[in-house]
Nanobody
């Protein structure tokens, strides 16, 4: 079992940047594909970005169309941490952002049901 703790959320103006971090503990981090989801008030939770297991340079990534070119997902297995670098933020990026882990996944997946463990979420608010 793995525990996930997100940090780095906050209030930012439109056009600004934030970096979210998700620290994992309790199991071998490199065994997990990782992802960031978000959920806005009254809306469903959906995927923002995902990154596979594997060595640097051999990992796969996925981005939702709404964040392509603005967000970057990365991971540091030595630090047991996955990151989401967010740039050119828009008010519609406002949501609670959740980190998720998928045990021994061979690739990257977009569906909530594929993920085994979740963090508690961190609020990101983008003002116009």
């Amino acid at each position: 079992q793995v525990q996930l703790v997100e940090s780095g959320g906050g209030l930012v103006q439109a056009g600004g940047s934030l970096r979210l971090s998700c620290a994992a503990s309790g199991h071998t981090f490199s065994n997990y594909a990782m992802a960031w989801f978000r959920q806005a008030p009254g809306k469903e939770r959906y995927i923002v970005a995902a990154i596979s297991r594997g060595e640097p340079g051999r990992r796969s990534t996925y981005y939702a169309d709404s964040v392509k070119g603005r967000f970057t997902i990365s991971r540091d297995n030595a630090k047991n941490t996955v990151y989401l670098q967010m740039g050119s933020l828009k008010p519609e990026d406002t949501a609670v952002y959740y980190c998720a882990a998928d045990f021994q996944a061979p690739g990257v997946y977009r569906l909530l049901r594929e993920y085994d463990y979740w963090g508690q979420g961190t609020q990101v608010t983008v003002s116009s």
